[in-house]
């Protein structure tokens, strides 16, 4: 599914969302900074792009458990990351670039996101 310039329309049916896994909205601007449309619905979703969106926050990103990439490259985001070590506990790729972030503490909750998940993966059974 891929955007354009202007706002979308993302579907409203929640059975139309349980389909979808891949969401390209680049370029379709926000009228706030925040994510507008997405919701809980999006259960099968695993890669989101949302580059160039005029994003400000990600406070109002959903719960996306699959999620397993994420690019936010090219908008005006400089903090609230912890959000998605909360609501993307799967990601393993994540693109900031061309963002507004003020310092690497921003990126703090992530790195220990990524700290716990190795140490989950070398556990033994």
């Known amino acids: 599914m891929r ?14 969302c ?9 370029n379709c ?3 706030n900074g925040e994510i507008e449309g997405l919701n809980d619905s999006f259960k099968e979703l695993e890669f989101l792009s949302m ?3 005029q994003l400000t926050s990600l406070a109002k990103l959903p719960t996306l458990s699959k999620l397993r990439k994420l690019e936010l490259s090219d908008n005006i985001i ?14 393993t790729y994540l693109n900031l670039s061309g963002n507004k972030i003020k310092d690497l503490g921003t990126v703090e909750a992530l790195v220990m996101v990524e700290k716990a998940a190795r140490a989950a993966c ?4």
């Open 3 to 16: 955007g354009s310039a202007a706002l979308l329309q993302l579907p409203s049916d929640s059975l139309s």
């Open 18 to 26: 349980l389909k979808v896994t891949e969401l390209v909205l680049d």
């Open 29 to 31: 601007r926000s009228s």
């Open 51 to 53: 580059a160039n969106v």
């Open 78 to 91: 400089s903090g609230g990351l912890e959000v998605l070590a909360e609501r993307c506990p799967n990601l």
């Open 122 to 125: 070398e556990a033994p059974f």
